[in-house]
């Protein structure tokens, strides 16, 4: 809805839009427990309840105390309970750097742990990559939810967006393209941020797409005129018609 590059939270159904994270807000209703007007996980079932009931209703083992508690964060081997992640170091406080008051890990903020994490890919990462890829860093630290992003930083998705830092991938959509062989969707989602960011110039994708299937396609068909009449059709036909609706073919 706001028209950002994001995760979609609710995928475009008829005439309504498809809504990313960022504007996506859970339905509110009246919680069978509580009794409170809250957002609700089961607002459109017969019991809406909030999160705070939800949680208290499905109790989960603490991998730390071993009670039956609500789950407040999900760990390696299982959940922990508020108590024992507290314990942990994850309070609610101001940061020891920015003096924001949130959920602490360690007393810093999931913004800062963000920035370092940023900052550390970046050491790491190929000098001439990472400066191209600047704007695009820029825009992750900058992120409405930094606490998703980071986790987003450890999950396959995010390897061609390390591999892109590393050098391993051009920083082009040439390089993105030869990637999306083995990893479409998260190229597209990369892609899609970098030219948002404009470290990529904008191109349409439709047709970039159509180009690089019919160039695996027509391998498969054998050497000889067959091949040529496809080819043919293919680029000054199908291709030049979805040019011709984006205003770039001949008319």
Known sequence: MCGKTTRIARAANGDAPAIGICCYRLPSAVCTD???RRPCFHARGPEPLCELCTRRRRPKRCLDCG????ANRRVAGGVICANCDYKRGRAIGPCHR????????NGVCPACQLHDRLAELAREGDPAAVSTLTPFLRSLAAAENPASTLRWLYTPGFQVTRRLLAGEIE???HGLDQAAAASPRPVAFTRAKLV?????????????????WHARAILKIPEGIDRAHVRAYATWQVLNDT???HGRGFR
């Open 34 to 36: 509580c009794g409170r």
């Open 67 to 70: 009670e039956l508690r609500p």
């Open 98 to 105: 920015c003096t924001t008051a949130v959920r602490l890990k």
């Open 171 to 173: 920083v082009s959509h």
């Open 196 to 212: 948002d960011t404009g470290v990529l110039e904008p191109r349409d994708e439709t047709s970039a797409q159509f180009a690089l």
């Open 243 to 245: 040019l011709v609706r």
